[in-house]
């Protein structure tokens, strides 16, 4: 998913459960670290290259997948779990 920071846009949307990539301006640096900060997985600055952002797109879910491997596959103990799961 790619999320592109506009001027004005009111909020993120998207992030949590599928991989997301931020798209914006240096000069809305602290609206990519805001995201960042809420969830988005990675950001690109403007103009985008195509090549890096497929990327960094398959990057970030290679991970995903990665992560969902473990999560399904390995047991933790109850010790290290997170109270909130």
């Excluded at 993120?12 to 000069?27: D, F, M, Q, V, Y």
């Excluded at 960042?36 to 995903?64: C, F, H, M, S, W």
């Excluded at 473990?70 to 109270?83: A, E, G, H, K, T």
Aim: glycine content about 8%; overall charge positive.
């Amino acid at each position: 998913m790619v999320c592109a920071v506009q001027p004005g846009a009111g909020r993120w949307s998207g992030t949590g459960k599928c991989p997301s990539l931020a798209i914006g301006r240096s000069e809305n640096n602290a609206r990519l670290l805001r995201g960042l900060e809420i969830g988005v997985n990675d950001y690109l600055l403007r103009p985008v290259d195509k090549n890096e952002l497929l990327a960094r797109a398959r990057t970030q879910i290679r991970k995903r997948r990665y992560t969902d491997h473990l999560r399904d596959n390995v047991q933790i103990p109850s010790r290290w779990r997170s109270p909130t799961r």
